[in-house]
């Protein structure tokens, strides 16, 4: 199967950062552990999300809020946790490079809230570039027919992947 970048979700992305095992997994639709805590309270809080996400036709875009603040476009992301920063900082990074790209803006920004901490994200040109090389590699990544070998990683003992792997 081949992989455009136009078939990455803002998930593929988080999990390619996080864990590129997880990731080809996803893209290829394995399924995770559907009992697992961790996907259930994801589940659940998407639920209670799901009326306030933001959805556009151009792609399978799926993020809590965006707004106008002094005269740019702001996306914010909320989290359950921070556990990993990174990919929720990447997530919302690729929100922001189809939203600019797609709708032509010239200023975009973000954030990702969880409780009281906030990491900001900026709509720089060179983070745009950064995601759209990202992008090819996830491409070319998930297209392998074979996934990676497992490699254990702090995030193994909460993933709902783990029984694939260990």
């Given at each position: 199967?081949?992989?455009t970048?136009?078939?990455i979700?803002?998930t593929t992305?988080?999990?390619y950062?996080?864990?590129?095992?997880?990731?080809?997994?996803?893209a290829?639709?394995?399924?995770?552990d559907?009992?697992d805590?961790?996907?259930?309270?994801?589940?659940?809080?998407?639920?209670?999300?799901?009326?306030?996400l933001?959805?556009f036709?151009?792609?399978?875009?799926k993020?809590?809020?965006?707004?106008?603040?002094?005269?740019h476009?702001?996306v914010?992301e909320?989290k359950?946790?921070f556990?990993?920063?990174?990919?929720a900082?990447?997530?919302?990074?690729?929100y922001?490079?189809?939203?600019?790209?797609?709708l032509?803006?010239?200023e975009?920004n973000?954030?990702?809230?969880s409780?009281?901490?906030?990491?900001?994200?900026?709509?720089?040109?060179?983070?745009?570039?950064?995601?759209?090389?990202?992008?090819?590699?996830?491409?070319?990544?998930?297209?392998?027919?074979?996934?990676?070998?497992p490699?254990k990683?702090?995030?193994?003992?909460?993933?709902?992947?783990r029984?694939?792997?260990?």
């Amino acid at each position: 199967m081949t992989f455009t970048p136009e078939l990455i979700s803002g998930t593929t992305v988080h999990y390619y950062v996080t864990c590129k095992r997880e990731a080809w997994l996803y893209a290829h639709k394995v399924s995770a552990d559907q009992s697992d805590e961790n996907i259930l309270m994801g589940k659940a809080l998407a639920e209670i999300k799901e009326k306030d996400l933001h959805q556009f036709p151009f792609s399978n875009l799926k993020f809590d809020k965006i707004g106008k603040e002094r005269g740019h476009y702001l996306v914010t992301e909320y989290k359950k946790s921070f556990k990993n920063p990174e990919g929720a900082k990447m997530q919302l990074l690729f929100y922001m490079y189809l939203l600019k790209k797609n709708l032509k803006l010239k200023e975009i920004n973000g954030k990702v809230i969880s409780g009281k901490k906030v990491i900001y994200v900026e709509g720089s040109e060179e983070n745009m570039q950064m995601m759209e090389k990202l992008l090819e590699e996830i491409a070319t990544f998930v297209s392998n027919p074979l996934p990676p070998k497992p490699k254990k990683i702090p995030f193994c003992k909460k993933c709902g992947y783990r029984d694939y792997c260990f």
